[in-house]
């Protein structure tokens, strides 16, 4: 089946964004590419700033569609849909404020996914100032966690020591992230065309149960040997995700279940992606769980509810 290639772009105010897009608009010229424009004010000024390297621009205005989409923002969904035969990709350019969580959750939802193939989350950060902002807007620190990679951008106006301590800060905010580095918002497409699979890297092993040293963000990988009810992870992960997102902000990783299968899970905000992987193996479930002071004992109990218990043997 045909699909869109989607690419959301995010980013705290003037990281780079506009120009990082337009960096990938040049190398995929001879591809039929959409683009969507949202800007909070009423005038969109980064419409004016990217070239013209697509067949249609959309502008959303007034509003951030990670927040505030609405029929208008499906409708256009829908017109993309009905053009699919005739469009290769889609780069959505979201406001500098947007909690993009919400927005990935909708590309990750089985009606949408048949038609938007969403490739990466690509979050920009200016190196100069990034951990400034980090520590006053908790809107940056959300977006570091939603990304599946992290583009430090104008790296040439900081020292390379300061350069590999912020990397490592990063990692410890999002240790699932695929971590690139450039000057002038270039980057290859091949990088982001990479499927991130980072779950049980030495990165992870080393963050686990770390803390970031803004708001309390904290990092848990959960492990077990035993196999996972999928049925009722299910369940209970759509209810804790529906009651606990305000806390908990991601969750990334493979399980093995109880029907043979390997699953790749994923959340984003309120919305759960559950993939199977007929051709993954895998010895034990590895979970990551992201947010806002979670508790490696909550994610435990969580968890204890969906695992496959043995039998007992009633002594006679």
Known sequence: MNTINTYILTGFLGAGKTTVLNHLLKQVADKKNIIVENEFGKVNIDKQLVEQKYDQLYELTNGCICCTYDEGFYDLLNELYVRKNEINNLFIETTGVADVSTLKA???????????????????VDAEVVEEFLKEHIEVERQLIAADIIVINKINH???IYLKELQQK?????????????????????????????ISSLSIAKSTHN????????????????????????????????????????VKGFIKANDGQTYLFQSAGKGISLEPLPDKKIDKTQLVFIGKNVEYKSIERIMNQTLVKPNKINSI
Not at 106 to 124: E, Y
Not at 174 to 183: E, G
Not at 217 to 244: G, K, P, R
């Open 158 to 160: 900081v020292n390379p």
């Open 106 to 124: 909708l590309f990750n939802r089985p009606d949408v996914k048949n038609h938007f193939s969403l490739i990466n989350t690509i979050c920009v």
């Open 211 to 250: 803390k970031s040293l803004h708001n309390n963000i904290v990092t848990h990988l959960y492990e077990t040997d035993a196999l996972i009810n999928i049925l009722a992870f299910q369940a209970t992960i759509s209810i804790t995700m529906l009651l606990y997102n305000h806390q908990i902000y991601r």
């Open 170 to 198: 990063i990692l410890v905010i999002n240790p699932l992230a695929i971590i690139l580095q450039t000057a002038d918002g270039y980057l290859a497409l091949k990088d982001i065309n990479i499927k991130n699979h980072k």
